[in-house]
Every structure is written in C-alpha cells, then in structure tokens.
C-alpha cells in the first residue's frame, strides 16, 4: 500500500474527517496520513484504542515515535498519559493497550537503524520557551539529532508563520486552527512539505506537533 509517498510533493489531511479503519487487533482502529507497505510499513497514523483493546508482544524492526493525544496508553514499562512523547528505538519491545482508551500520533520504521536512544516525556510538566525572533511564537524541544528536530510550538491568535522548508516538514494540529493555502487547519489536520518550498500561515491559536529533517526511506 502507498499513500502520500512521494516525498517530493505536499501531503495533507484533515485527520478528524476521514473515517476509522480498523487494524488486524480488535478495538485498535487508525486514520491513514502516510504509509509505505502493509501492515510492516513505514507508516503515520492516528491510531485509536477501544477500551480494554491491546496489541500482541511485538518488536520494533524499525522504529516507534508516538504522542498520546487522549487517554492513556499503556504497555509494561508504565503509563503514558494525554501529553506523553515517546520514542521506542530499532529492537525495543513492548506489549502495547489501553485499559480507559486513547488516541495516539504514532510513526513507525522512519529511525535511523543504528538509533537506540529511548525516551519518554510528559510534556505537561515542561516548558515553552517564547522564540525571540518569531512573534506569537513559543516553543518546546522534545528532540533532536543529526537527522531531524521535534517540538511543539504554540502560535498565538495573532501570529504569522513563515518558514522555508530547507529539510522536509511536517506539521500536526494538536489544538486549535491556523489558515493556509486558503485551507483551514484545525485540530488533528496534517501537513508534510518538501525541501524548497514555504510555508505562510496565519494562526488562529494553536497548540503544533513538528518534525524537521531529512525524511529518508529506510
């Protein structure tokens, strides 16, 4: 399966209006935003978790990176709720579910293979930082490498954004609304740029998930 594949052209969806497709695990459904291969794929989805719904013990070959958007999800190495970034290396393992519910952004097979650095954030007990040459703009590093940056930002009703995209972008509507391209972004909505182009946006206050880097296929 491909869909938004081609890395050298813009990819959006509006992520709270497309319909649920439910995985091979029951009470596990996901919103498709990017994906290379089947159910083993370079992949972005917004994936939901039933009450009670759990994954089987599986590895990650290639990779997991996900924010807990609502509820909390759960697996043996704790509880991650609402507002937990969490990055699961090349060969780590985990037993994933949710006894409440909840919905994540989640990627996989998109780390480097040699990356083992594991990390988990609770990003309700950190710290925006306003940035100083972009008004209306504060920001929060969640992580960053020689392959890529991820943050939040949150952009005030006022603030104008523009960016020129030098790595790829994408950018993930947590809360709130921005306007671009004549287009509405609002919450759950996704935006992926190529290298070279811009991004103008005007904000109507929103809370952004945002990942800069050099996007390769593994």
Known sequence: MELNANFTQRAIVHGASIPWQPSPI???ERRMLDRIGD???RATSIVRYAPGSQFSPHTHGGGEEFLVLEG????EH???PVGTYVRNPP???HTPGSELGCVILVKLWQFDPDDRIQIAIDITKQTYRSDLMRPGVSRML???DDRETVGLEYWDATAEIDLWVTDGLEIFVIEGS???SNQEFQRYSWLRLPVGSRFSARSQGCQVWLKQGKFRIF
């Open 26 to 28: 029951p009470g596990v």
């Open 39 to 41: 159910e083993v794929a």
């Open 72 to 75: 909390v999800f759960q697996d």
């Open 78 to 80: 704790g509880d991650y």
């Open 91 to 93: 060969t780590s393992r």
């Open 142 to 144: 969640l992580f960053s």
């Open 178 to 180: 921005f306007w671009e």
